[in-house]
């Protein structure tokens, strides 16, 4: 299983207060469990444990839950040879939540404390024992199997019942263990009918309601098979966009790796400009345009997905109208190893990170 439930016992909750124009910070511990014991329980005692975890005292009818509008970060603290951990790029997450709940018309929470929120959530966690530390065997397989910490930051609306947007909303910050994310043992993916995101829509914003139509497509996409499903434009039905919460690239015969260009319809991807930054640092051209599936049919090599929770995924193979187009023999390519290598191991500290981009707790 990919994600589970087995919460981090400590949580960051902040509310916005209008009349101050402050947030209200508080830190709600469930439980002294230390990690130790935790593992030494039986699996019921351990399950009741982290039912109680995930348990909030927030208002359960409002603009969020009624209406859905709410969104959410994902991001990553890996755990470093020295016995720190280290954030990737959180200030691009801290602002593009904030970017977010602007775009859904909400106080936007300042990104100097999400960041300062962010960094005091590893370390109160990291009291109780609840931190993985590095294991050199995860640089056997290239980190596929190495353990990471998954921080879910996301807004949630006061209580209301009437149609509006938040005025006085909460942000909390969670965190679960991870393991890799796509369970399928294939990497084929499908064109859907489906459409993710229009223009002048939310499709830039990373809120829960873009996640209805990605849900039922991927499941759509996995009833038949695939692992994964690729969203068109949704004026032309003719431009690849993205994959079900992952942005994608191709890298075409001609030496050129494409990724749809930014707008309102696709999600401005951390992992995604990481990947572009890493490319272009490796002298490969790296071209962010518009690139049709009939352009992909005909000309693409290779083909992954980027996301925080895979990092990067291989795609074997596209099928679109009924037809399989497969990639570099179903196998991963090189390109994708070693930008995948560079992006973990840059992550877990074995490569230098020479952007800058860790964030050491
Ligand atoms: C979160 C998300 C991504 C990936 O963004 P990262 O910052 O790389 O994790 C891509 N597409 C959608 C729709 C998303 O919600």
Redesign the pocket.
Known sequence: MAFNLAMYPVSYVAQYNPETDSWNESWIQADSVHYDELVAMDESERNAIYAKRNRFDLPLVNYTTQYALGCFE?MKAYPQKDGSLSIFRPEKNAERFYNSMKGLKAPAFPPELYLKASKEFIRRNRELGYMPAYDAEWEKDNFSSASAVYMRPFMYSEGAIGIGVSREPYVIICATTVSSYFKSTNSKAVVTDRIRATPNGTGWI?CAS?YVVSTLAKKEAEDAGYMEVIFLDATKRKYVE?GS???IFFYLKNGELVTPELGDTI?P????SSIIEFARAEGIKVTERKISILEVASKCRECFV???AAGISSIESITWKGKEHVFNNRVPGELGKRLQARLKGTQYGTVEDVNGWNVLV
């Open positions: 994902g990373k873009n993205e919460s992952c942005n999600l991807g951390i992992t995604r980027t996301g925080t």
